[in-house]
């Protein structure tokens, strides 16, 4: 998947479930370009996107 910010290829899955933070169906993903972390979640058939860290790094 593409980053939502810079639209870098480099996204990583994150596993946070450890700290409860996702869910099944959206996994939590990191860019490894610009440091967004996000999600998508799906809502009612509508794919949106949740922001959870802007990103850190300007390329
Ligand atoms: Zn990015």
Redesign the pocket.
């Known amino acids: 998947m593409k ?1 939502p ?4 290829r480099t ?1 990583v899955d994150l596993d946070m479930h450890s700290d409860g933070f996702t869910s099944d169906e959206s996994p939590v993903k990191e ?1 490894g ?4 972390v996000w999600r998508v979640k799906t809502e009612a058939g509508e794919t949106k996107i949740d922001i959870i860290k802007q ?1 850190t790094a300007v390329k």
């Open positions: 980053c910010n810079c639209g870098d996204a860019c370009a610009c440091g967004l990103p």
